[in-house]
DNA sequence: TGTAGAATCGTTTTT
DNA sequence: CGATTCTACA
């Protein structure tokens, strides 16, 4: 069969080293590395080894005659594949091939080898987010939806009401009644969005990040022949981070598993942190009916952190409503108690930051394994300001991607434009490139070129005055090289570049130098590749997210690592440093209202603390910034109540200022006494906005009903509740 | 009418 | 910094 799926190779060769397995793994290891049939599921906590296991695993299946292109290895982030890959090239080394790669690179190789069985082209474009997302605001601009209308649903809220409704094979009335009350008067407006996406979609050739998915079901479910033969070729299926996948990546485990039930799963509930795409921990509980006879095995062990810190994170989890029984344990002996330290301003936190990395280096301790987290990737800012001040190096995983920025679209566009002449987006942002074509032009010129790949390569017969055509001409020229058979890759790369060049140079005039700098990056990352539709479909997918990177990984070599909570999941430094430990940061303030919201913010404080082995600090600066933070700064109701014998406050930086600050909340100034508010009374707060008060409940407190934020308790002399 | 450029706004997390 | 909205001009 040639439809095999490598889209990660993992190199290993057996027998260049030999492994007493026995000795190298613990007994519940051991188990699940060694256990041939049937389906296991494997409840791991946070460093225990897991990824470690199943690398391991593979080795052993090897080792019994297993052909490795026959074991699927699957995991959510290419960051975790690129993980496994590291660990098992340092465990064995040489040229095996196992099949393996994300969930949506699966489903992507194998809806292109069998789109002719689903009745659809085999040249589809895949969109992320960001696309749909411009599409959906073109279609809105289109239909002339609310427009000027300031409370119409921002085309974020719309991608994510669409995406959850196809995530969850729900009705959009529903998710919307259940998650988005407030926008239920859009509701109609939202339904239609969502169906002229859907046209979008079908018109341009192209499929989503959940549409691979939901084809790929559609596929082995609808055609019982392709997918016992996809089934076929793999004999063993292992998905690492089981966590974090949602229902419709679990059918799909049932659909390839089901003929062997050779099927591992490896997950931990508490680390359950990617609710709002679909994923949920309950997965992991729901794997038993899929797989009735399956073998439960507890990885409880710890072999990352110092008992100190492993006593604050079993502290940390305890306090979740929702969580499976599991308490970590270690034999790493010594080690000091996790630091929690209170600052008067962000300054400070960034100074002590590079002061103490500075420290530990000279100590010896490599930069590379010291690590900042934080909740969103715009907390690093000042810190990363200091940091450059300071000549400190860093590498910062998370936030704003490479691919995201306007240059690399543009080219990327150009790309896929010519690859794949269906792909009307993508050639509609390709001719607004061009002098003089705006909006209303393009989207006639791609409704002219209709997916036709002649017409595309002869943009100039575009009926239009002289000067169109002019415009026209060198594109279509582009457009025909690029689509030529015989050019490799690089060649085509370089003539779409060539094209680009003088239009970055003006469209881009003030930070060309900067922008040109992505571009080599773009362009050295194209020449690991030879198949164009490849490598495009590789930048959607599995997309690099900062230069210099390696199995979608930074070589961090020698340098600081920054990085959100999320992208540092499965990763491990010796000091963890988690920044903006406060009240509307972490958890942050949309989130304060939403109890089932809270409980994935306290299992994200879990993962970010479970990622330090030796050394972890707390930090909450004690000011409130831009709105961001709740009615006034306090320390994050994650650490608020820890057990004082669990951290040390440290003395020489909680300076007398931050100790008054932290006796007494400073805030706002407290404006005048307000001479009380009677409930009805509209009023507007300076971070909730505006809301109807409730009922006062005493001199200093109050209650209030916010339009966007629901009911909340406000104390009298800091809220600054204004009449409205 | 449609395009280009200036001013303003807002910013979770990710496949 | 990118998206959106506003304004000037062809």
Redesign the pocket.
């Known amino acids: 069969m040639k439809e095999k799926v490598q889209t990660s190779r993992l190199n290993l060769r057996p027998g260049s080293r030999t492994i007493d397995y026995r000795a190298e793994l613990n007994p519940a290891q051991y188990q699940a590395v060694t256990t041939l049939d049937g389906p296991i599921l494997v409840i791991a906590g946070a460093g225990s080894g897991k990824t470690r296991t199943l690398v391991y695993r593979v080795a052993y299946l090897v080792d019994q005659g297993v052909p490795p292109e026959s074991i699927l290895l699957l995991t ?4 975790a594949a690129g993980e496994m890959l590291a660990r098992a090239e340092a465990l064995v080394g040489g040229c095996t091939r196992v099949s393996g790669g ?4 699966l489903a992507h190789e194998l809806l292109r080898r069998w789109a002719g069985r689903l009745g659809r082209p085999a040249d589809f474009g895949v969109i ?3 696309d749909m ?2 599409i959906l ?1 073109e279609l809105r601009r289109q239909a002339g939806l609310g427009e ?1 209308d300031r409370k119409f649903p ?3 809220t719309v991608a994510e009401i669409i995406s959850k409704t196809a995530n969850k094979g729900g009705n959009l009335q529903e998710i919307m009644v259940r998650d988005y009350v407030h926008l239920l008067d859009y509701h109609q407006a939202v339904q239609t969005l969502a169906r002229q996406y859907a046209d979008y979609k079908q018109a341009n050739s192209l499929l989503d ?1 959940d549409d691979l998915l939901l084809e790929l079901v559609r596929l082995l479910k609808e055609d019982e022949a392709s997918r016992t033969q996809i089934a076929s070729n793999y004999q063993y299926i292992m998905v690492d981070e089981y966590q974090d996948t949602n229902p419709v990546q679990a059918e799909i485990i049932e659909l390839l598993g089901r003929d062997h039930g050779n099927v591992m799963v490896v997950g931990d509930d508490a680390q359950s ?2 609710s ?2 679909g994923a949920s921990f309950r997965n992991i509980m729901e794997f038993p009916r899929l797989f009735p006879s399956v073998k439960i095995i507890r990885l409880e062990e710890n072999y990352r952190s110092r008992q100190p810190i492993l006593d604050l994170t079993n502290f940390l989890i305890s306090k979740a409503k929702e969580k499976y029984e599991k308490r970590l344990f270690t034999r790493r002996g010594g080690g000091r108690r996790p630091r929690l330290l209170i600052m008067a301003t962000e300054k400070e936190q960034s100074l002590f930051i590079c002061r103490r990395v500075r420290e530990l280096t000279a100590q010896g301790v490599p930069p590379e394994r010291i690590a900042v987290l934080f ?4 907390h690093s800012f000042d810190l990363e300001i200091e940091l450059v001040r300071h000549d400190i190096d860093y590498v910062k ?3 704003r991607r490479f691919l ?4 690399i679209k543009d080219l990327l566009s150009i790309l896929r434009a010519a690859a794949t002449p269906g792909d009307g987006f993508s050639l509609t942002r390709s001719l607004l490139l061009l ?8 989207a006639e010129i791609s409704a002219w070129v209709g997916g036709r790949r002649e017409r595309l390569q002869s943009l100039q017969e575009y009926g239009a005055p002289a000067k169109v055509r002019e415009t026209l001409a060198p594109l279509a020229d582009l457009f025909a090289q690029i689509g030529a058979k015989g050019v490799g890759l690089q060649d085509r790369v370089a003539a779409a570049w060539d094209f680009y060049r003088p239009l970055m140079e003006t469209k881009y005039h003030d ?1 060309y130098p ?1 922008r040109l700098a992505d571009v080599t990056e773009f362009l050295r990352l194209a020449r690991n590749y030879s198949s164009l539709v490849r490598f495009l479909t590789d930048m959607t ?3 690099p997210n900062t230069s210099g990177s390696k199995n979608g990984l930074v070589e961090p070599r020698g340098r600081l690592v920054l990085s ?1 909570v ?2 540092a999941k499965g990763l491990e430094w010796q000091t963890v440093f988690i920044i903006w430990a406060a009240e509307g940061r972490f958890p ?1 303030l ?1 989130a304060l209202n939403h109890p089932e919201d809270l409980d994935e913010e306290r299992r994200l404080m879990y993962v970010a603390a479970t990622r330090a082995e030796d050394d972890l600090y707390l930090i909450c600066p004690l000011e409130a910034k ?1 709105g961001m933070l709740a009615a006034w700064p306090k320390l994050s109701r994650f650490l608020e109540d820890i057990p004082p014998e669990l951290v040390a406050v440290h003395e020489d930086v909680t300076q007398t200022e931050n100790s008054r600050r932290l006796a007494r909340p400073p805030g706002p100034p407290p404006p005048p006494p307000p001479d009380g508010f009677a409930p009805g009374q509209r009023v507007s707060h300076p971070v909730f906005g505006l809301g109807r008060v409730l009922t006062q409940l005493g001199p200093t407190k109050i209650k209030v009903d916010f339009d966007h934020f629901g009911a909340k308790t406000l104390h009298l002399d800091y809220a600054g509740l204004k009449k409205a």
Request: charged share 35%.
């Open positions: 959510f982030t290419r960051k994300t969930f949506h690179s992320d987010r960001g997302e411009a605001s000027k921002k085309r974020r990040f942190i990617y709002f795409r909740r969103a990737s715009s995983y998370g936030g995201e920025s306007a240059h002098e003089g074509i705006g909006p209303k032009k393009a930070d900067k997918l599995e997309p959100t999320h992208s942050p949309y831009g």
